[in-house]
């Protein structure tokens, strides 16, 4: 998830939660002060009863008219009973049906003198009153239906108010978060673009001195510093081997004008020809390093072209076979490859020449034997090449290692080498989108399969 996401995310979940409180708060709130006023209303109403009751010269006969008369001023199916000092209803508003009341309720006033329940449906309001030198328990129930309505569509309200406003916050914190962060993405791009060979270019840097600038202008000293110890990597790279390979060239060219001199004894001819290949295979090294220093994995796609990898075979194993005359190669296509097979990739030739050169050399070094398969094979996603050797096989606990720099197994013991070669063929690969996979798939069978990504 991106920072903006992250940020807007925080933010809406924050506010949601903050306005959640709220709201549940004020839903609350209007809850009690319903209550309240629906009490005080009773309490009224109560009031209103006991005055009527005290004024009245003969209640039971009073009372009917009296509530009658008074009607606006009753809550909602409202119902008043009113019992005596003894207990015995003297008067309600019940008509036309049996009258029940909790005898539980009378005796608990006796107590309590006040009792109001809300739990009870219609909600109760009850007292015991002294008038006129006499007890009365008055008994009254009634709807609040005008304050739970409002209630409920307050509560409809709130939650339409809160879908609504997290909803906008979140889109107007994502918009913002955007806004703010632009110039973060703006200089992630313009760090993307930096490559090996744009070690040069300068992030933009606004007037402001907010911490995006300040990351811009650390970022332009690191990249000024890097290309400064880049570039000195890169000329010596290029200068040493430039330089190498004049001194190489003349070395070789004398060993082979003295190895067809015929006056040699056998053990000087065949030192010679040791130090002869010692001289190839530097040389090979110098033309691999000269090589990489020119391209990187940004700028090498610019450069590809088409080639044909049976044509790079054989060009690399005649390269190998003037250093290894016995050296047998048994080319052959897969069954498994597609109908009339192109057999051609995108990529540098030079640079493919190197990773076949390394492979066959390998073979010729390390096998028992002086013959190399190639198996190639062909689909319409991936161009396999299998190259195949008998020899000593490399231990599973070194294989993981096999491909690092001066890495050189226990096969390779008293057979002089740098440990560079396999290191060499992994990064030109890599530079082609390729990947170089080690397996031994029989007894003393050693096999590198070379996969491209067509």
């Not at 309600?92 to 009341?101: M, Q």
């Not at 004008?257 to 015929?262: A, E, M, T």
């Not at 993981?400 to 080498?417: D, H, V």
């Amino acid at each position: 998830m991106s920072l903006k996401r992250k940020i807007a995310l925080t933010i809406s979940i924050a506010f949601s939660l903050l306005f959640g409180v709220v709201m549940a708060v004020i839903y609350l709130s209007f809850n009690d002060f319903r209550r309240d006023e629906f009490k005080e209303r009773f309490r009224q109403r109560l009031e209103f009863t006991t005055h009527f009751i005290s004024k009245s010269k003969d209640f039971e006969e009073e009372a009917p008219i009296f509530f009658n008369e008074n009607a606006d001023n009753v809550l909602l199916n409202e119902t008043i009973l009113i019992f005596n000092g003894q207990k015995e209803l003297i008067y309600s508003t019940i008509k036309d049906r049996n009258v029940t009341w909790d005898s539980a309720l009378l005796k608990e006033l006796d107590e309590k003198k006040i009792i109001y329940t809300e739990k009870t449906v219609p909600e109760i309001y009850a007292a015991l009153r002294t008038i006129n030198g006499e007890n009365y328990y008055i008994l009254t129930s009634a709807f609040d239906t005008n304050g739970k309505s409002k209630l409920n569509y307050l509560k409809y309200l709130l939650i339409a108010a809160y879908v609504m406003s997290t909803l906008l916050i979140g889109f107007f914190s994502y918009y913002f978060m955007g806004q703010f962060l632009r110039p973060l993405e703006d200089l992630n791009k313009e760090i993307s673009e930096v490559t090996a060979h744009k070690l040069t270019t300068q992030i933009p840097v606004q007037e402001s001195n907010d911490e995006i600038n300040v990351l811009a202008k650390s970022f332009n000293t690191m990249i000024a510093r890097l290309d400064d110890v880049f570039q000195s990597q890169r000329d010596f790279t290029a200068s040493a081997s430039h330089e190498i390979r004049t001194p190489i060239t003349r070395m070789a060219f004398q060993l082979e004008n003295l190895i067809k001199l015929k006056q040699h004894s056998p053990e000087t001819l065949l030192s010679l020809q040791q130090i002869q290949k010692d001289v190839y295979q530097l040389s090979d090294l110098t033309n691999s390093l000269l090589l990489l220093t020119k391209f990187d994995k940004e700028n090498i796609q610019s450069i590809y072209e088409e080639v044909r990898i049976d044509e790079v075979i054989f060009e690399s194993f005649e390269a190998v076979e003037k250093s290894y005359p016995t050296l047998k190669m048994d080319f052959l296509i897969s069954e498994e490859t597609s109908e009339n097979p192109l057999l051609t990739i995108n990529g540098i030739q030079s640079l493919l020449d190197i990773v076949f050169i390394n492979l066959f050399k390998n073979a010729a070094v390390y096998s028992d034997h002086t013959e190399v398969d190639v198996l190639i094979t062909e689909t319409n996603l991936k161009l396999i090449v299998d190259v195949i050797s008998r020899g000593k096989t490399i231990p599973e606990q070194e294989q993981s290692k096999l491909f690092e720099a001066f890495m050189r197994g226990n096969n390779s013991q008293n057979i002089s080498g740098s440990g560079l070669g396999l290191r060499i063929v992994k990064r030109i690969l890599e530079y082609h989108g390729a990947e170089i996979i080690y397996s031994s798939p029989a007894e003393s069978t050693n096999k590198f399969s070379v996969i491209f990504e067509k």
